[in-house]
């Protein structure tokens, strides 16, 4: 089984930044691509980011664009988003997620991962 852990949430003013990441650990997975989906109050899971095995293929959700950046370390199998000029509407629940696959491609879908992290949240004061 694998399991996949995510760290780096907290509260933050407007403006501010956080970095949040994810390993993943247990039995050999890659190659792989990994996802940070997020929900926010009332609302359904949606994608912010996607990364590709080889780092080559990325995939940013609008919203994010130009604030956030997804990289990957895969020796130490941790990949991390760099949030930027968060906004009161990027507060949720963050979660990582990935799939084993020997195609470097990124995925949307929350239903194309088969393994995730319980979440960190993220909060923006305005």
């Known amino acids: 089984q694998v399991k996949v852990v995510e760290s780096g949430g907290g509260l933050v003013q407007a403006g501010g930044s956080l970095r949040l990441s994810c390993t993943a650990s247990?039995?050999?997975?890659?190659?792989?691509?990994m996802g940070w989906f997020r929900q926010a109050p009332g609302k359904g899971r949606v994608i912010v980011a996607s990364?590709?095995?080889?780092?080559?293929?990325?995939y940013y959700a609008e919203s994010v664009k130009g604030r956030f950046t997804i990289s990957r370390d895969n020796i130490k199998n941790t990949i991390h988003l760099q949030m930027n000029g968060l906004e009161p509407e990027d507060t949720a629940v963050y979660y990582c997620?990935?799939?084993?696959?020997?195609?470097?491609?990124?995925?949307?879908?929350?239903?194309?991962?088969?393994?995730w992290g319980q979440g960190t949240q993220v909060t923006v004061s305005s």
């Open positions: 990364i590709a095995w080889s780092g080559s293929r990325i």
């Open positions: 247990g039995r050999a997975f890659n190659p792989n691509t």
């Open positions: 997620a990935a799939r084993n696959t020997p195609l470097e491609i990124v995925l949307r879908s929350e239903y194309n991962y088969d393994f």
